[in-house]
């Protein structure tokens, strides 16, 4: 059985998505944070991890990294063609795949329900 407890972020695609770009992005989030910690300016990373073409328009909150990097990120979904619904759990539907129990059907159903399609499965 494979599933989530939650879906996150809402992705969406609005558009022809940049593939290349996302890929090419040089670190992490948790790189950023050990840069900022170690000094290093948010500003100044942003050139240096998001490739901004126009860096000075950017709305960049002061203080904060967190906030700091949430706000460039959303700025290079939407330069890629991506967009986020929100940067915590959705109330949308996730999948539930199931395999080895051919008979088993399974459709939505309330996520307290998975226990009782396991247990069935264990019965079988």
């Known amino acids: ?37 170690s000094g290093k300016s948010p500003l100044e990373l942003v050139q240096e991890m998001w490739h901004f073409r126009e860096a000075s328009d950017l709305k960049v909150p002061v203080g904060d990294p967190n906030k700091v990097f949430v706000t460039l990120a959303r700025e290079f979904a939407v330069e890629v063609g991506i967009s986020w619904e929100t940067t915590g759990h959705t109330g949308k539907r996730v999948p539930v795949f199931l395999w080895g129990q051919p008979e088993t059907s399974y459709h939505w159903q309330e996520n307290t329900d998975v226990f009782k399609v396991l247990w069935d499965c264990l019965e079988k």
Do not use: C, W
Request: hydrophobic share 40%.
């Open 1 to 37: 059985l494979v599933t989530a407890d939650h879906e996150t972020g809402g992705l969406e695609m609005r558009t022809e998505v940049n593939f290349s770009r996302i890929l090419s992005q040089p670190f992490s989030y948790q790189i950023f944070l050990d840069k900022v910690s």
